[in-house]
């Protein structure tokens, strides 16, 4: 059983930074690729950012320059480092593990086998 734990969520004003971390059980972590997606209220959920085994990493567009992703498999951990936040970045991050070695990005949420609760972000103006 996989199970993935976010934290680091909280509120913070325009323009603060935030760290979301995604723990991970299981001793395959560093064979999955990883996720972050966002769903903010009456609002689909959508792909933030991703990264591979190998270290890859992919972005959206919208988070290009203020959010980076990174991992640390020795700690089984996620990372989403989140600067210059919006008001409009306010939603639930939730992480999303899959197992493939590829290097292609896994932006849909099919792509993903699990996932984690979320943490809410909340970006006041």
């Known amino acids: 059983q996989v199970q993935l734990v976010e934290s680091g969520g909280g509120l913070v004003q325009a323009g603060g930074s935030l760290r979301l971390s995604c723990a991970a059980s299981?001793?395959?972590?560093?064979?999955?690729?990883m996720g972050w997606f966002r769903q903010a209220p009456t609002k689909d959920r959508e792909f933030v950012a991703g990264?591979?085994?190998?270290?890859?990493?992919d972005h959206a567009d919208f988070v290009k320059g203020r959010f980076t992703t990174f991992r640390d498999n020795a700690k089984n951990t996620m990372y989403l480092q989140m600067n210059g936040l919006k008001p409009e970045d306010t939603a639930v991050y939730s992480c999303?593990?899959?197992?493939?070695?590829?290097?292609?990005?896994?932006?849909?949420?099919?792509?993903?086998?699990?996932w984690g609760q979320g943490t809410q972000v909340t970006v006041s103006s």
């Open positions: 990264i591979s085994v190998s270290g890859v990493t």
């Open positions: 999303a593990a899959t197992p493939y070695l590829g290097v292609v990005a896994r932006r849909s949420i099919v792509d993903y086998n699990y």
């Open positions: 299981g001793r395959t972590f560093p064979y999955w690729y």
